[in-house]
């Protein structure tokens, strides 16, 4: 499995894998998004990131159904979600993790896969409830690919004890496990790393970079700065629910709007101030 170094990537027109265009959405008289429009091309890894009410959890909810834009519309591999509940955008392949972790606490954690790979799998029921010969290849399958699943995001050492016993990281990690039972196209992470300690963190940017090797597109909304800049192809950044900068990490780092977000105008003109010559 490749292990190549995240870097900025160039595409041709038509490699979208997910269009947002134009999306506003209100709450009563509050604005929340206002005309938020990007792509994500198949094989990106791409942060949203923004201070805090920026809007980000706003446009994941909006992305994965849980809400309906006020305006514009989201395509996921060229179709419009709209009119698409949750369940059915996962079944199309885009699959989100939340903010807090949301685990089966008292199974253990291969049990959370397995419960995740037959709630989004096509086996039959008879085929489960009864010994036949097909429904114990399909069991024996989904087993395999619990395991598989397991040891892609290093839990396999765990798998027999209780989720709710590990650690907030890990149980994270089986949050991003459930997701990877859908066996999606597209990755929606939110706040992946949140509660994790350095070394937890830089494990989870090797398993980021793992999955998009395996073909699996990743957008992340979240606020550690040095993970984003490390894991970023590309970063687009809102505040006040406005799109107001897109581009490398690079670029990010450098631009006014976006230092002056996060850290006022008095920080983004001390930042881009002419030096002075004697």
Do not use: W
């Amino acid at each position: 499995m490749s292990t190549r170094e995240s870097t900025p990537m160039s595409h041709p027109a038509g490699t979208a894998i997910l269009n947002v265009e134009h999306v506003g959405m209100r709450f009563g008289g509050l604005t929340a998004i206002a005309d938020l429009h990007f792509d994500v091309h198949a094989g990106e890894i791409v942060s949203l990131i923004g201070p805090n009410g920026a809007g980000k959890t706003t446009a994941f909810n909006i992305m994965t159904g849980f809400l309906k834009p006020t305006q514009g519309r989201v395509l996921f591999r060229g179709q419009d979600l709209s009119q698409t509940r949750p369940n059915e955008i996962a079944r199309l392949g885009l699959a989100r993790t939340f903010q807090r972790t949301s685990v089966f606490a008292d199974d253990t954690v291969r049990d959370n896969v397995l419960i995740g790979l037959n709630r989004h799998g096509d086996v039959a029921l008879l085929d489960r409830l009864f010994p036949t010969p097909r429904g114990r290849r399909a069991e024996a399958a989904v087993r395999e690919r619990a395991e598989a699943i397991l040891d892609l995001v290093g839990l396999a050492a765990r798998a027999d004890e209780k989720a709710g016993s590990l650690s907030y990281g890990e149980q994270r990690l089986v949050g991003f496990a459930l997701a990877l039972a859908v066996e999606p196209k597209m990755l929606l992470l939110d706040e992946p790393v949140s509660g994790m300690n350095a070394s937890e963190t830089q494990g989870f940017v090797r398993l980021i970079r793992k999955v998009r090797d395996e073909g699996v597109t990743i957008l992340l909304v979240e606020h550690d700065m040095p993970m984003v800049m490390e894991v970023s192809d590309r970063i687009v950044c809102l505040n006040y629910g406005r799109l107001i900068a897109e581009g490398p990490p690079a670029a990010i780092r450098a631009d006014p709007n976006v230092i002056e977000a996060y850290l006022g105008k008095s920080a983004a003109k001390l930042e881009h101030k002419e030096p002075v010559h004697a």
